[in-house]
């Protein structure tokens, strides 16, 4: 099983939509929680982190359920813009700042 | 302007030869990390660097040589023993610590011809 997993997509979704990426992980342990985005053949980028109460940045919300281990990121109000892969990014228990990046789920947005 | 530099952004190699990758940072962090992507992978970590002169391997050292002499330098080797070098490698850093975000540079795509 990988330590974080996610929905590949791609998503395809119209302007002015909702979406909502999901991502489990497997380290029960795990400290802290990002949504990384990354456009095509660039760096990842922090979107925001993801906080134990839930979090709301704009058109962005995250939200962490840390009985099931899962992480959830909804953004409202889709942006041609949003277009990116967003990548699921989990700090695991440890004694230095790794991270551990799901491979992503692309998001399409069209006119 | 504070931020992560890396150079070239394009690399070509022919097979059998190594390579360094550039990575410079002005954000005074003390920790610094190489990443390697493959197509529809998450980064992998390669190395990391808490501080000058001392580093550790990550999840897949193996053929890569890092060396980290200055708080800003942070420069990876890829050598002719790495099985499968093409792909995009990522520098980044970070304040130590277990909760704090880390920011990337631009990349570097290395293309063994």
């Known amino acids: 099983r990988k330590e974080v997993e996610q929905d590949p997509g791609p998503f395809n979704v119209p302007e002015g939509a909702t979406v909502a990426f999901n991502c489990t992980y497997s380290?029960?342990?795990?400290?802290?929680f990002f949504w990384y985005r990354q456009d095509c053949r660039k760096e990842p980028k922090l979107l925001m982190s993801?906080?134990?109460s839930g979090n709301e940045d704009g058109r962005f919300t995250a939200q962490l359920n840390r009985a099931s281990q899962y992480i959830s990121l909804l953004i409202r109000d889709s942006k041609l813009s949003d277009s990116a892969t967003y990548l699921c990014?989990?700090?695991?228990?440890?004694?230095?700042?790794?991270?551990?990046f799901g491979a992503g789920t692309r998001l399409a947005v069209h006119p | 302007d504070g931020g992560i530099t890396q150079s070239p952004k394009y690399l070509f190699r022919k097979e059998g030869q190594n390579v360094t990758l550039s990575c410079e940072q002005n954000?005074?962090?003390?920790?610094m990390y190489w990443y390697r992507q493959d197509p529809g992978q998450g980064l992998r970590l390669i190395y990391y660097?808490?501080?000058?002169?001392?580093?550790q391997k990550g999840d897949i050292a193996e053929g890569y040589s890092v060396s980290r002499e200055k708080k800003e330098s942070f420069p990876l080797t890829v050598t002719s023993a790495q099985k499968n070098p093409t792909a995009f490698y990522l520098c980044?850093?970070?304040?130590?610590?277990?909760?704090?975000?880390?920011?990337f540079g631009p990349g570097t795509r290395l293309t063994v011809l």
């Open positions: 980044a850093s970070s304040i130590v610590g277990s909760t704090d975000t880390q920011y």
């Open positions: 990014v989990v700090n695991p228990a440890g004694g230095y700042n790794k991270l551990i």
């Open positions: 993801v906080y134990s």
């Open positions: 380290n029960s342990a795990s400290q802290s």
């Open positions: 660097s808490q501080i000058v002169n001392d580093f």
């Open positions: 954000l005074n962090h003390d920790a």
